[in-house]
């Protein structure tokens, strides 16, 4: 059974999130040769399907569990609201109990009545169902009853990065720089797996802190592989028919054309590296006028070293190494030029990230810089790890 021939009903309705782009969906080639297939095994416990990539060695099998719909309103007690973990763009998330399996997992259900919303399950199971990696989401499974689409993943226990970074509750506890720095190089790693280890490259397209989800100990994960596409090999690049992604993350070239290389994620990753700094939002209307756009806020202070303090979450109160800051900037400054091919490769993003997140600070390192100050020496302080 090929899943990429499946088809839909065409639906006028139009995504939650905010979206750039109103191009027509691209229509799956009905005589191209998929680059993916699901093939039907039968296991001693249950019927089972097993995801092959058919491009690749062809030794490497790797399994997707199904679930019956039923199987999965049992986990979450009906779809009960007090389970709703939250909702994006495709549906809600549940958090669910599945005994069979002794696993708390999340359980997204996909919004019904879309024909975007069936295609990017398939394209979410395939592509989750083959990629492995300690800084991905686990794909435990799938559901595909009658018209219900389900996705059943690891349950994540802390939330998303956004959770942490942005809205919080007085009581919330703020990330430390050395957190942060941990969860900056942990994302990357997981981007650097999909552009340079997985073949052929995958463009992950829709990288943001919502999707960036936390477990035990602050350890990312990517999440949400859906806008995902295999990306392009050789030195072709591809150009997507549907500009996708979320605005504030969306890499200027891929705004304007659809253009989509493995530079954009580069772009988009810079972004979320600048709101875990400066714990402020790729967009935020309720910030001054100039101030609404992240990156075009710190655009005109990355030219300005002395600036650098300025633009440190208020909310580290000082406590961070500033070293440490002038590096992670400049790493996000490289990340989100204009020109594409200015901005690093991933795999040098990781390198620099790795190191920043070697270097723990404790509080009595700092040097009482506090970031309201105005003005810095032109030279980093070094603390006493800085090294
Ligand atoms: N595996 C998971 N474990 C725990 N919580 C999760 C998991 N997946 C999603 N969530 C929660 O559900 C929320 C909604 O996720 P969802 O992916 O549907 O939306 P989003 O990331 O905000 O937008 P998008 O649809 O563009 O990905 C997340 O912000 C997160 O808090
Ligand atoms: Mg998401």
């Not at 969906?25 to 249950?46: G, H």
């Not at 703020?174 to 190089?185: C, E, G, H």
């Not at 002038?326 to 490289?334: E, I, S, T």
Request: positive net charge; contains cysteine; charged residues 25%.
């Amino acid at each position: 059974m090929v899943w990429f021939l499946c088809s839909g009903e065409p639906s006028t309705k139009s995504r939650k999130k905010e979206q750039i782009g109103q191009s027509p969906v691209e229509e799956p080639k009905q005589k191209a040769k998929p680059p993916l297939e699901v093939k039907r095994q039968v296991s001693a416990n249950k019927p089972r399907r097993e995801v092959s990539d058919e491009s690749s060695s062809g030794s490497e099998h790797i399994a997707a569990q199904t679930f019956t719909f039923r199987e999965l309103a049992i986990a979450t007690r009906n779809f009960r609201a007090d389970c709703l973990l939250g909702e994006g763009g495709f549906g809600r998330v549940y958090k669910g109990r599945l005994d069979g399996i002794n696993q708390t997992v999340a359980i997204k259900q996909l919004d019904r009545n879309g024909l975007q919303g069936n295609r990017e399950f398939l394209v979410e199971v395939l592509m989750l169902s083959l990629l492995h990696h300690t800084n991905l989401v686990n794909l435990i499974g799938y559901c595909a009853d009658g018209d219900q689409r389900l996705l059943v993943y690891e349950y994540m226990p802390l939330g998303s990065l956004e959770d942490h970074l942005h809205d919080l509750m007085p009581d919330k506890r703020r990330l430390d720089w050395n957190t942060r720095m941990k969860i900056a190089a942990g994302a990357a790693k997981g981007l650097e797996y999909l552009h340079d280890k997985a073949n052929p490259p995958v463009i992950y397209r829709d990288l943001k802190c919502s999707n960036i989800l936390l477990g035990e100990d602050f350890h990312p994960k990517l999440s949400d592989f859906g806008l995902a596409k295999l990306g392009p090999v050789g030195d072709k690049t591809h150009v997507s028919t549907r500009v996708m992604g979320t605005y504030g993350y969306c890499a200027p070239e891929y705004a304007m054309t659809g253009q989509l290389t493995l530079k954009s994620d580069v772009y988009s990753f810079g972004v979320v590296l600048l709101e875990i700094i400066t714990g402020r939002k790729a967009i935020d209307n309720s910030r001054a006028p100039g101030e609404h756009n992240l990156v075009a806020w710190a655009r005109p202070l990355f030219k300005d070293r002395r600036k650098f303090p300025q633009m440190a979450d208020p909310m580290l109160q000082g406590q961070y190494p500033m070293r440490g800051l002038y590096q992670a900037l400049a790493v996000a400054a490289m990340c989100v030029q204009e020109q594409p091919t200015m901005r690093p490769l991933i795999a040098d993003v990781v390198t620099a990230l790795t190191y920043l997140a070697s270097q723990t600070h404790s509080p009595e390192a700092y040097t009482g810089h506090n970031s309201s100050r105005s003005t810095t020496p032109a030279t980093p302080s070094r603390t006493r790890r800085d090294g």
